[in-house]
């Protein structure tokens, strides 16, 4: 690590700054007449928050709590059936990454359809999915296409590279979802009773400012684009209670060393040319107008859903699993009582103990015994 | 999932699109088509082996030295940490 940016790490600064988010939660806390509530919607924040300690070291001061920001916790189950119908396919080999292969589906897992002989390859990079067709050109590899704005332009880029390379046995099933969308959709909902966003720095690297700007202008609360590290976190809650007190309510960038005023318009450039907004599926909340992407009709080749014809799958949550009112941020996973007990990272029931980025397991290895 | 972790820019390929990154260490080959003008040296944010952005370190010193400053201002009202020092240090792991 550069030493400069070493410096963000020092536990010094974090310290003062903590002290200054308490003296500033309490006057805020005696204002509202409640504890300030803040939402972080990115499943990297909600684990760093977690393994920081930063939760616990806030608790009785402020509330975080976490939103519909784990990619593959937000995944629907009828996406997840369709997933493992694909792998059940003789020809297919599905290409994924590794997230996903525990998600438990209405009766089964990618994992356990691997365990009964379906080829399920984890991957790092969608260009490692390009490169699995390549090298075996009797199999359909398709990639599973799981997450957010920051996930899509790379495999945008992993279908210009099949495209070029005219794979005839490379697709993609596309269960992307987008950011913003879902914020409206949680904001529109009385539920939850949320004071500002910690918002998702790598989603804002690829999409800027702009597009989460109508939280301020629309609904009246703070948010700030956040980094990733302690200092980064703790500097944005200061910033939202700032902005509380102030009354001066906005978007602001907080993690301005990565994130540009206008996102990366290359990125979104050619995600664009790939995939078009589509109405979607979220885990919690049903249908979302212009929340997810499907692959454009000149690219319908590439497109996973269009090459395999695959049944309406029968769906079904299990039995106790609160995944869903835990990404609307209505409840943390204390609360569900699956948690830590019936539902365990062993053997998980829902796919917010699944995923390492799902709160429920972020929460389980690092929170569970506070 | 939208995990980014910086890496040090080592080499670049003649054909511009793939770079190989430090990272602690470790190196590794990236795709750096979607950020412009990379350079030797150059700090970028790395996501399922794609660079999605460059680090500008100066921006990372500047802000640095604000909060450094912001919190100096005060110190004797403020200063002092309002929990242990031994809970605090479990936020900078």
Redesign the interface.
């Known amino acids: 690590m550069n030493k400069k940016l070493g410096r963000w790490r020092e536990p010094d600064l974090s310290r003062k700054l903590l002290a200054r988010v308490i003296l500033l939660a309490r006057t805020v806390a005696e204002r509202l007449g409640r504890l300030p509530v803040f939402m972080e919607v990115c499943g990297t924040h909600t684990v760093a928050i977690s393994r920081t300690g930063l939760r616990g070291l806030l608790a009785g001061y402020l509330e975080l709590r976490s939103g519909p920001g784990c990619p593959v916790c937000v995944t629907d189950g009828g996406e997840i059936e369709r997933m493992i119908m694909l792998a059940r396919l003789p020809e297919v080999t599905v290409a994924t990454f590794g997230d996903m292969l525990r998600v438990p589906g209405r009766d089964t897992s990618l994992e356990e359809e691997r365990a009964r002989g379906a080829r399920v390859e984890v991957v790092y990079s969608p260009a490692d999915a390009v490169a699995l067709a390549e090298a075996h050109p009797e199999k359909q590899v398709v990639f599973l296409g799981v997450g957010f704005e920051t996930t899509a332009p790379t495999v945008a880029l992993a279908l210009a590279a099949a495209a070029e390379k005219k794979l005839p046995n490379f697709t993609v099933y596309s269960a992307h979802k987008l950011v913003p969308p879902v914020m409206r959709a949680l904001l529109h909902d009385p539920g939850p009773a949320v004071d500002g966003f910690i918002l998702p720095g790598h989603v804002c690297a690829v999409t800027g400012r702009a597009p989460f700007d109508f939280i301020a202008e629309q609904y009246g609360l703070p948010a700030v684009i956040t980094g990733f590290e302690p200092l980064d976190i703790l500097g944005s809650v200061y910033r939202l209670l700032e902005m509380i007190l102030s009354g001066h309510v906005r978007v602001l960038n907080g993690y301005t060393r990565v994130v540009r005023e206008a996102g990366n318009r290359e990125a979104r450039l050619i995600m664009n040319k790939y995939f078009r907004p589509v109405d979607a599926f979220w885990r919690g909340f049903g249908p979302v107008p212009e929340s997810g992407l499907a692959l454009r009709e000149r690219f319908g080749g590439f497109d996973a859903a269009r090459r395999f014809a695959l049944p309406e799958p029968a769906t079904a949550v299990r039995e106790g699993c609160r995944c869903g009112d835990l990404l609307r941020g209505r409840i943390n996973p204390r609360q569900c009582p699956l948690f830590a007990a019936a539902c365990t990272p062993a053997r998980p029931v829902g796919p917010c103990m699944v995923s390492s980025e799902g709160a429920c397991a972020a929460y389980y290895q690092y929170e569970r015994n506070r | 999932?939208?995990?980014?972790v910086?890496g040090?820019v080592v080499s670049l390929e003649p054909d511009g699109q793939w770079a190989v990154i430090e990272t602690?260490g470790l190196e590794q080959k990236v795709?750096v088509?979607?950020?412009?003008g990379v350079a030797v040296g150059d700090?970028l944010?790395v996501?399922?082996?794609?660079a999605?952005?460059?680090?500008?370190?100066e921006?990372?010193?500047e802000?640095?030295r604000l909060?450094?400053e912001i919190?100096s201002r005060g110190e004797d009202a403020?200063?002092?940490?309002?929990?242990p020092?031994g809970?605090?240090?479990?936020?900078?792991?």
């Open positions: 999932m939208c995990l980014g910086p040090r602690m795709g088509q979607l950020v412009e700090y944010i996501h399922a082996g794609y999605i952005e460059k680090l500008d370190l921006d990372a010193v802000r640095l909060w450094e919190l403020v200063g002092r940490p309002a929990v020092a809970r605090g240090e479990a936020a900078e792991r």
